[in-house]
C-alpha cells in the first residue's frame, strides 16, 4: 500500500514537500514514481526513483524545479518541489512498479493529494 501526503495551498513561487509511505518491506525490486493530474488534463508523469540504486528521472517541465529521493529506513519517497507555478496544480500520485529493462509499469498506485498553486 502507499499513501501520499503533503499537499495543500501554496502561493506560486512557494515549495512544498510530498511524502509516499509504502508498506511493503522489500522495495529493492521497485522503481518509485510520481504522477500528477491537473483539472480537465490527463495523468502525466513527474519524477521516477529506483529504489534500490537511487537514479532518477524528471519530466521536463519540473527539472530544476523538482527533486525526487527516498528514505530507505522510513520507506518513504519524497518529492520537494520548488519555484511552484499555477500550472502544478493537480492531484499528485505516487506509484509503485517493478524494476524491468524498458518503461516502468506501475501497478501500485496510492491515493492522490491536492496541491494548489495560486497565482
Known amino acids: 500500500q502507499l499513501q501520499a501526503y503533503g499537499g495543500g495551498l501554496v502561493q506560486a513561487g512557494g515549495s512544498l514537500r510530498l511524502s509516499c509511505a509504502a508498506s511493503?518491506?522489500?522495495?529493492?525490486?521497485?522503481?518509485m514514481g510520481w504522477f500528477r493530474q491537473g483539472p480537465g488534463k490527463e495523468r502525466e508523469f513527474v519524477a521516477a526513483?529506483?529504489?534500490?540504486?537511487?537514479?532518477?528521472s524528471l519530466a521536463d517541465s519540473v527539472k530544476g524545479r523538482f527533486t525526487i529521493s527516498r528514505d530507505k529506513v522510513k520507506n518513504t519517497v519524497y518529492a520537494q518541489m520548488t519555484g511552484l507555478k499555477p500550472e502544478d496544480t493537480a492531484v499528485y500520485y505516487c506509484?509503485?512498479?517493478?524494476?524491468?529493462?524498458?518503461?516502468?509499469?506501475?501497478?501500485?498506485w496510492g491515493q492522490g493529494t491536492l496541491v494548489t498553486v495560486s497565482s
Open positions: 506509484a509503485a512498479g517493478l524494476r524491468v529493462a524498458g518503461p516502468t509499469k506501475y501497478d501500485y
Open positions: 526513483i529506483a529504489w534500490s540504486g537511487g537514479s532518477t
Open positions: 511493503e518491506r522489500t522495495l529493492s525490486r521497485y522503481v
